[in-house]
């Protein structure tokens, strides 16, 4: 057999197989995409060993496919998806992998701590020179389920919403994967943001808490946040807690609305309960910067985001896994890889996503 051939084989019965609409396949116009599930296993068993120019073109040629069977073997479900997709596009109607429930915080770390719970998941460089912090999936899982707790504590459950206002740190991770766990709706806001500008993102998102640090620390500079979210704080009647961690040593003056974050989890369980949720329920809001204008708030769901997160990283990134530091440069949070985190501006080395702080 030629060097190829296989591969090549292999993509051409695919592609005579996607079109060619099988038992209960319906498509009902070009406006309208109504698909099945392709077979189990599909993207293990055949679809992996597909070159990137093919499975580009198959992506093309036949989403229903290519999607869904990545969908069912890449993600781990709570409730398998029963359709791929029901898109109307005239209408702007967008609903993927429906009937399915999952959760993005087992994805991200449950799974990975069955296999591996003591491989470092975050090697943090803090701006202070030496103080290199590395944190394991199992230490990860058990700090998120802390804080998890923690919101769930304090009345925050699926559908609220939660403004982060934090510096790069494993803390924050586990803040956007806490929501997750619990099917809160957060909002990263990058804390270099006025007053202002954090309190018309929390306005329009309704948050219910913000979580934050009593300072940062950037190149050297100690940037004084909890001052920054009391001011943005007034002027939004939504928020009912602002939960704040210690970054560092400089005492802070805690108001009505404030718990201090890290006394709090402490006395919590590190077992929290995963939500289901569905496919197509908030994951989180990120807004646009708000130079043209008013800010605008884009939406992503669970099960689209974590799936195309973690085909973007394998296919693009070519990261493979390993336990040595320092030998990668582009990490996501679905993946198995470490993860650089680094106060330094312009240094953090691949981070994804809503990681880009």
């Known amino acids: ?21 099988g038992p209960g396949q319906a498509r009902t116009g070009l406006h309208r995409c109504l698909s099945s599930l392709p077979p189990p296993g599909t993207w293990t068993s055949e679809l992996s060993r597909l070159c990137h120019r093919d499975l580009h073109r198959l992506s093309v040629t036949d989403p229903d496919q290519f999607w869904g069977s990545a969908a069912a073997d890449r993600l781990r479900w709570m409730k398998p998806f029963h359709r791929v997709r029901d898109c109307e596009l005239s209408s702007g109607k967008i609903s993927w992998f429906l009937g399915g429930k999952l959760n993005v915080s087992v994805n991200c770390l449950d799974v990975h701590v069955e296999k591996h719970p003591d491989r470092v998941a975050l090697i943090w460089e803090r701006d202070e020179p030496g103080t290199e912090v590395k944190i394991t999936y199992r230490e990860l899982l058990e700090t998120t389920c802390r804080l998890a707790n923690t919101l769930k504590s304090h009345g925050i459950q699926k559908g609220d919403r939660v403004a982060i206002y934090m510096p790069v740190s494993p803390l924050a991770v586990a803040a956007m994967l806490a929501c997750a766990r619990i099917g809160a709706v957060h909002t990263v806001v990058f804390a270099g943001f006025s007053s202002e500008a954090l309190a018309g993102r929390i306005q329009d998102a309704q948050c219910k808490a913000v979580l934050t640090c009593n300072e940062g620390v950037r190149g050297g500079r100690l940037v004084k946040l909890k001052s920054t979210v009391d001011a943005a704080v007034k002027n939004c009647p939504t928020v009912q807690h602002v939960f704040v961690s210690q970054r560092t040593e400089t005492p802070t003056a805690m108001g009505e609305l404030d718990v201090p974050l890290e006394e709090v989890m402490s006395s919590q369980s590190a077992v929290c309960p995963a939500e289901p949720l569905d496919s197509e329920d ?46 990668h440069t582009h990490t996501s949070l679905t993946c198995q890889v470490h993860t650089h985190l680094t106060d330094t501006p312009g240094t953090h080395k691949g981070a994804c996503g809503e990681l880009l702080f």
């Open 1 to 21: 057999m030629a060097p190829g051939s296989r591969g090549t084989g292999l993509f051409r019965t695919l592609l005579i197989r996607c079109t060619t609409p």
């Open 282 to 327: 908030l994951l989180f809001l990120l807004y646009t910067s708000g130079s043209t204008g008013k800010p605008k708030g884009i939406v992503h769901t669970q099960a689209g985001y974590l799936l195309y997160t973690s085909l973007t990283h394998q296919v693009h990134t070519h990261t493979h896994l390993t336990d040595t530091p320092g030998t």
